[in-house]
């Protein structure tokens, strides 16, 4: 892979993203890391996502929303033309609100 896909914003655009739109589902008590994977296509749009390693379903569930309400990515490429690529990314939630 000459480049890899990135989020507008980079890793800053990412964070602010999560900080405004996760939320920390009512009834979850898990701390930790949720791990999704999804399909940057060749036209930037995020698809296929799934947990790769989960909490608990509430968390889960909220990491599967919010992925499916990113807006386009900058697609990664190889030899001069767009294409899809599998990317994953780890989700941190933490009950304190220092993180």
Known sequence: MEQMPEFKGGRKGVL????????????????GKVFVTFTVAADGRVKNASIV???????????????K??????PGNQQGRAVDVRYTLPITFSLTEDE
Do not use: C
């Open 69 to 74: 309400l990113m807006p386009a990515w900058n």
């Open 16 to 31: 602010s993203f999560l900080k405004e739109n996760l939320h920390y589902p009512e009834g979850a008590t898990s701390e």
């Open 53 to 67: 390693k989960g909490l608990e379903p509430l968390l889960d569930q909220e990491v599967l929303r919010v992925i």
